[in-house]
């Protein structure tokens, strides 16, 4: 019953947390604010959670794991862990950029911090495996290197988009933030742009809409 209870106020806390960063941002939903709009103690939050960062990743985690599993379960492929990855990947930024409240709460913590925390342990496997299946003899120095340089580069993109200063279409943004993984692993640009395609024609034959980042 304990359990119970604690999994429910801790659902709560990011439901409540989810709405206010859609609606208020990042930097304005306080813990306090987000306490009192749940309706909880000030003191249950860092019980849950510690910080409000680590509300951030519990949501981005989840929102990442969601696309993850939605793709794999649709994607009648075998041994093409890249293809999971591109597709994965451009649902994950096309969901966050393509809505205004999002794309703002985005923008407020990339500006601040970086979302590889939040991501790095989801796709470290999922590295490995591309090195694999595209027998690269890279080791786990290798692996990090590329998930730093990989990280670091969508950043970039993404900060200069969000601040007007990268004039592209989003078509156009989602295949650089999603090749870039290819590129690092020196993976031939005609099989990245055959995934931009595969990306393209599962995106016009899923509905993937009932998949949010905040609400």
Partial sequence: MRYKKGFETKENIIRVAKEMFYDMGYTKSTVQKIADNANIPLGLIPYYFKTKDNIVL??????????????????????????????????????????????????????????????SFSVERIYKMIAKEFE???????????????????????????????????????NQLASLTGKLFGIKSEIIEDYHRQYKEFKESHDYSSIKFLV
């Fill in 136 to 174: 690269l003899d890279y080791d786990q120095t290798d692996i990090d290197c590329i998930m730093i340089s990989e990280f670091g580069a969508r950043r970039e993109l993404l900060l200069n988009y969000c601040e007007g200063h990268l004039d592209v279409d989003m078509d156009y943004l989602l």
């Fill in 58 to 119: 519990e949501i981005n985690s989840k929102f990442y794991l969601l696309i993850h599993e939605f793709v794999n379960n649709r994607l009648n492929v075998k041994k093409n862990s890249y293809l999971k990855l591109y597709i994965v990947t451009s649902i994950y930024y096309e969901i966050i950029l393509s809505d205004l409240h999002n794309k703002k709460f985005f923008y407020e913590v990339l500006r601040n911090k970086s979302n590889f925390r939040s991501l």
